[in-house]
């Protein structure tokens, strides 16, 4: 991968930044070069899309294991999400406890880091979601 596709990547996710394609109008997140439905009649026809980063949860996951630098968050909730715009991508639910994450959920996106690498001190960032409608969580800690 280039330097540059890279970093036109990295603007994508962090911009939301899908493509449509103009024969079908399917929306892709993250971009694609050719639509998988129309093949050959999509090329030069995929424009930029941006997406709403609305959707809603289709199944999760709760993950007790992790690499390393995921270990400060276990448990942790892994969703496939479907956007609004019929795309499906897999993202991590925050602000949500696991047993409080329902199946139709309705989330959005949200910025957050999602690591930091421990020697060189660099903050990763990326897409996660958070439940639209706030989570009244009934045990709720008492300070
Ligand atoms: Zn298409």
């Known amino acids: 991968m280039t330097v540059a596709r890279f970093w036109r990547e990295q603007e994508n996710r962090y911009n939301l930044i899908g493509v449509k394609c103009g024969n079908c109008g399917k929306i892709y997140f993250p971009p694609k070069d050719m639509c998988t439905d129309c093949h050959r009649l999509s090329l ?66 949200v910025f957050r880091k999602i690591h930091e690498e421990g020697k060189s001190g660099v903050i990763h960032y990326g897409y996660k979601f958070r439940p639209t409608i706030p989570i009244k969580s009934e045990s709720k800690k008492e300070d």
Do not use: N, W
């Not at 026809?45 to 968050?73: C, D, L, W």
């Not at 276990?74 to 956007?83: D, F, Q, R, S």
């Not at 991508?89 to 409080?100: A, F, L, M, Y």
């Open 44 to 109: 030069g026809k995929m424009t930029g899309h941006k997406i709403s980063g609305t959707g809603k949860v289709v199944t999760y996951s709760i993950v007790h294991e992790g690499p390393e630098a995921f270990k400060m968050q276990i448990p942790y909730i892994m969703a496939i999400i479907e956007l609004d715009e019929g795309t499906r991508i897999t993202g991590q639910i925050v602000d949500c406890e696991p047993e409080d994450v329902k199946i139709d959920m309705p989330v959005h996106t």
